[in-house]
């Protein structure tokens, strides 16, 4: 059986425990929600650090750390060539 959660009237609602702990979902994570043909489907998007991306990059050119970051949460492909 699949685990359930309610809506609240303020429209929130839980990750079941079992479903936070296989796919290890920790605050601040977010939830993206997908609607396609075959029907609503979400995706756990892990929230991103600077240590996570520190060492991704060689350091031989200048780059805005915040821009970096804010790429690499969206998913985009990062390269130096962006930085010039």
């Known amino acids: ?5 309610k809506i ?4 929130q609602t839980v990750v079941p425990s079992e479903i936070r702990k296989k796919y290890n979902i ?3 994570d977010i ?7 075959d029907g609503l489907k979400i995706n756990i998007r892990k929230k991103v650090t600077d240590e996570d991306i520190i060492g ?11 821009k970096l970051k804010k790429m690499h949460n969206k998913g ?3 390269n130096k060539e962006m930085f010039k």
């Open 76 to 78: 985009k492909k990062i």
């Open 31 to 37: 939830i993206e929600w997908i609607d396609s043909d």
């Open 56 to 66: 991704s990059l060689s350091a031989n050119f200048k780059y805005d750390s915040v």
């Open 8 to 11: 609240s009237k303020s429209f």
């Open 26 to 28: 920790k605050g601040e």
């Open 1 to 5: 059986m699949f685990p359930t959660t």
